[in-house]
């Protein structure tokens, strides 16, 4: 797990501007999956407190996450991403409003569902480091 | 990849408490990355408002990363880790120390120390989450 | 001014969901406006830590001026939005980049171009408002 | 309205000083109006979980519009505006304590107030712009 | 010293509405004090990296400061205190300038004098206490 | 107690390094006193959205104590204070643990604990600071 661990430091270093040139969609990836941890937790117990907590750190763990995939197409992705993969646009608007209805919802199900769309991102995104 | 991309996920469900249960050094590692990513090109460009940018974003993006070490330390490792790993509370103050001193330089070499330390952590905490 | 100052509220009931369905671009315009701000004042003055903290704070307004404009595009667009208007996707992409580059630059002229992207959005925004 | 749009960047250069000098009571306005937004949709939805989201974007929008006013008061209103305006102070300090009052309510009414206080400060700055 | 400790605890508890009901100057103070510890280390080292830091993290605590000042004159203080001290309204803006001022300065004759207005407010606050 | 206010100011000089040197457990204390006072309000009112209010305000400020706590053991404390204070990163740990606890309770007597731990970590600061 170790050479994984320091890996993308090494390959990043092609598609590099300042601010640092470091994206990596597990950072999305993580706080997405925070979301659906806070989703299985409020299912698995009825406490009113508790789950009003499970909704709070929901609501600042996706918007973390939104942070995240804004950034990897604002900054991360440009042009030649976009011709290549023209389903691109879409495929992250979409992942916003998933995280954006994770958001509204305790049903894990819309959890996992933003995190299939971030596995997609994630998998275009290790083709153009590649590339 | 894709598997390693989930693994984190089913792996933490017996560690778990509100708020969701989900930690990972690699979130971390990806922001020390980013100091070290400033200082390189810091060192690559004299200009000198590019290298104020190159400060600015290095504070930031080390001051992520101290707060996301020290919840790894508060939050997730407990008691019996701390026993079956008695250098643990040195190692986490030397790593949030080391990127302090990343702060303070633009030198790659001290942002690569802070790197090996979250390494460490990595490899102690993976191990945990075997164990 | 006091009619158009109480306009948005009005309209903005039928596009709603929670969070609380009010939008509006003048907030990434605002906070771009003060990126150009900081470059022209940079450019006004020669003094090296005033030059410093033209680029601290641009760097900050720069930021939350992608914020404003992520959101706009993730969460007040929605489908029908992206039909009628195919351009949508780049546009903003293109806004996103634009900010970015007035952080990298003290030319106001790249704040300029940033506006007048921004200014493209809120003259789609306020259509779909009638629409 | 584009003429609108970029009026307050043409208007403000003459009461700079950096940070930027972009100033506009909207900022708040905008915060406000999300205040407001908010409880009418917890007035409008029985359900716990979506008041629960309501009571926390509220808290958010309702800390960022006092953020907004108290910037208004310390960084753009000077002392010839106080001595002008000799509400103002106590003005302002009544649109915060709105704010706050609307925070601790699901009253529409009590969002509204603090929409016509920011209303009267917007007419004032507008009128300081102008003078 | 333990005593001073815990003193406020047992004193606000007559002046509170949820928030909290816990006010105290010395936060403010706290950050004016690191202000001019920016402003001291600026004057004592003469590296330009160095400099350049002490201007981001002056900025920072400055900005922590203005916001712990306007906390307390938006949530503490109230009718009867701008009553019994008339001069209040004007004291807090006047503080909120000066730390502003510490902002663009690095003469940390800037800072200390933002720390005697903080003093001041301070001086108010606890005889409002006692009151 | 205006000597008691300056104090910190005039012994802080000799243990700085940049970013300024100030530290001071008050400001983790005061946190956590409102997370006391979070606490208490809960347990006095028996409104629902009050008690919301309560958990989300709690929330935040338990987040920022642990800032507070954590920069006082990563910036502060250094190698003689962990020599001459061998339980001082237990200590630590510990009362990080103890105020995620009190944002998982509602108990006032676990923020009381917090508040315990937080004068042990106080009491040690000042003896370093007079030794």
Known sequence: MLSRFFAPKVKVSAHCDLPCGVYDPAQARIEIESV???????????????RTRALIIKEQRAEVAKHHVSVLWSDYFKAPHFEKYPQLHQLVNDTLKAISAAKASNDPATGKKALELIAEIDKIFWETKQG
Not at 37 to 46: D, F, I, L, R, V
């Open 36 to 50: 659906v941890g806070c989703q299985e937790k409020y299912q698995a117990n009825t406490d009113a407190d508790f």
